[in-house]
């Protein structure tokens, strides 16, 4: 099925679901989607990529990150995407801004942070960040592996996997979004 995130169809497919996985570009649809878990007790795992690039010395474009993260959040986890700091109010702010001009621009930015790249090449990247999502999934009901919230993939100077404890250092309590 493909429905449009803010539609029943959608919210009535996922109310249904055991986990539900989200892998959408934006804040707001990925706060929607939040909701539905919140909602319907349904547990979260989110996929993601990022891409950023800089000016080298002679002007061209150097790559300075090129990574994915899959972040699992189950009932009772006790922090949300806000907490973590995946979804920032001010992006939501700008996407659902009232002039049309404003939303399709901040739509259509930040697939590469620092050049106006519409749509880069990341099949490699979202390959293995899914294989990675898919690999959390089946960990959930498993438990194979030693429970991690959040693990990022990272290939911009070699090729890496590891959990991200940087996140939750940073936790912040009692965020704006669960009060
Ligand atoms: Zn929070």
Redesign the pocket.
């Known amino acids: 099925m493909s429905a449009d995130v803010d539609s029943p169809a959608a919210e009535e497919q996922t109310a249904l679901s055991d986990f539900i996985m989200v892998g959408t570009d934006n804040a707001a649809s990925r706060h929607r989607v939040q909701k539905i878990s919140l909602k319907y007790g349904a547990p979260l795992i989110s996929a993601g990529v990022n891409i950023t690039v800089a000016k080298d010395e002679d002007g061209g474009r150097l790559l300075v990150d090129r990574s994915g993260e899959v972040i699992a959040i189950r009932l009772g986890d006790g922090?949300?995407l806000?907490?973590l700091g995946r979804i920032r109010q001010a992006d939501m702010a700008c996407e659902s801004h009232p002039e049309p001009e404003v939303r399709k621009k901040t739509l259509a930015l930040g697939h590469v942070g620092g050049a106006l790249v519409r749509e880069p090449a990341v099949k490699t990247l979202n390959a293995m960040v899914a294989a990675l999502a898919v690999e959390s999934l089946v960990n959930q009901y498993d438990e194979n592996m030693v429970r991690e919230p959040v693990v990022v993939v990272e290939s911009h100077d070699g090729a890496r996997m590891c959990p991200d404890k940087s996140t939750f250092a940073m936790l912040?309590t009692g965020?704006a979004?669960?009060l």
């Open positions: 922090y949300r806000n907490c912040e965020c979004s669960c």
